[in-house]
């Protein structure tokens, strides 16, 4: 049976690590724990799981926001599924799942960002999400 539970516990954080290092490789699980606890702690950063029975088989992160450009919405930071179990709905499910936690909250906005390589992702927002391609998001490592 599928089930989304928000994860709040270490424990929970590490039964995710496995699905969000598919994303995010260039996290160990101790970095990744150290990130997870100062985003929630000072970014109001919200992390919730579709399980399969006790299996967590996508992941996503997300955090309330407020900007000029957006003003107040929701900026979705990760979202993974499983690679044994892709192209089975689950990432529509979890982004549901958030911008229905959005509507609930009374924003009017969700964003996120999704690296140049990843086409099969943006055909999936635009195509199947309905999201609008709105920017570019630059970097400078310092």
């Not at 992160?61 to 107040?72: D, E, I, R």
């Not at 992702?121 to 310092?142: C, G, I, N, P, T």
Request: proline letters at 1%; glycine letters at 4%; aromatic letters at 12%.
């Amino acid at each position: 049976m599928l089930e989304i539970k928000q994860l709040h516990s270490i424990k929970e954080w590490k039964e995710a690590f496995p699905v969000i290092k598919q994303l995010r490789t260039h996290l160990d699980e101790e970095s990744y724990l150290e990130l997870v606890k100062e985003a929630m702690e000072k970014e109001n950063y919200k992390m919730a799981a579709l399980f399969d029975d006790e299996t967590i088989i996508a992941v996503t992160g997300y955090m309330p926001m407020t900007t000029l450009y957006n003003g107040k919405f929701v900026w979705v930071c990760d979202l993974v599924t499983d690679e044994k179990h892709r192209s089975k709905g689950h990432g529509k499910t979890l982004l549901s799942y958030i911008e229905n936690w959005g509507i609930k909250y009374g924003f009017k906005i969700i964003s996120l960002s999704s690296g140049l390589q990843r086409k099969d992702a943006h055909r999936f927002y635009m195509d199947k999400m309905e999201y609008d391609q709105v920017s570019y998001v630059f970097l400078k490592k310092l």
